[in-house]
Nanobody, 124 residues
């Protein structure tokens, strides 16, 4: 059973940076992809970025492309989300998830294992 634990959230001013971490414990298949999602109050959960290391693929939502970078350190079983040039609209609870490779890698429905989330708040 895979467990995911996120950390690194916090409060920053617009234009600032944060790096989120997601540590995976338990068995993870080499075919597993990892994703970051976010959910603001009253809104649906949306895909932010995903990485499928064994397939050499990364995916980004248009709203974060060029500002956010997803990476993975297999030796540490950790996935990172580097967030730069943060905007107030990036404020949300951020979740890490694990799932298989699928056509729409930023769709929450693809993922079957989720962390508890870490809050990111960006003030103007």
């Amino acid at each position: 059973q895979v467990q995911l634990v996120e950390s690194g959230g916090g409060s920053v001013q617009a234009g600032g940076s944060l790096r989120l971490s997601c540590v995976a414990s338990g068995y993870t298949s080499s075919r597993t992809c990892m994703g970051w999602f976010r959910q603001a109050p009253g809104k649906e959960r949306e895909g932010v970025a995903a990485i499928c290391t064994n397939y050499g693929s990364t995916y980004y939502a248009a709203s974060v492309k060029g500002r956010f970078t997803i990476s993975q350190d297999n030796a540490k079983n950790t996935v990172y989300l580097q967030m730069n040039s943060l905007k107030p609209e990036d404020t949300a609870m951020y979740y890490c998830a694990a799932g298989p490779l699928r056509a729409n890698q930023l769709s929450p429905g693809v993922y079957n294992t989720w962390g508890q989330g870490t809050q990111v708040t960006v003030s103007s």
